[in-house]
């Protein structure tokens, strides 16, 4: 395998890995949001703006977690169609 070779394989296992943590870090937040506005929910006897609070917090978290799941489904297709154009060169390359 040529040197042009690796680095392409390696330059696309590197674009998605990141695409990875990227949708993990949507994950997450999206989990925190949640948690923050169930912790927020707990103290609806103090007043009830702890529950506006913490309705809001777990609504956003769920829009956060869907757009992750959008742009995931997105950039997978994306990823898809870059795979084969990196096999292809790979290919073309192997036999010069």
Not at 40 to 45: D, E, N
Not at 49 to 60: E, N, Q, V
Not at 76 to 93: G, I
């Amino acid at each position: 395998m040529a040197k042009n070779d690796v680095r392409t394989h390696l330059s696309y296992k590197r674009t998605e890995l990141a695409h990875e943590r990227t949708v993990l870090a949507h994950i997450r937040t999206s989990i925190a949001f949640i948690l923050f506005g169930f912790a927020f929910m707990g103290f609806s006897h103090i007043t009830n703006w702890f529950i506006t609070i913490g309705l809001s917090a777990i609504t956003i978290g769920i829009i956060f977690l869907g757009v992750g799941i959008y742009q995931f489904s997105k950039h997978d297709e994306e990823m898809k169609l870059l795979k084969k154009l990196v096999t292809k060169v790979v290919n073309k390359n192997k036999y010069r």
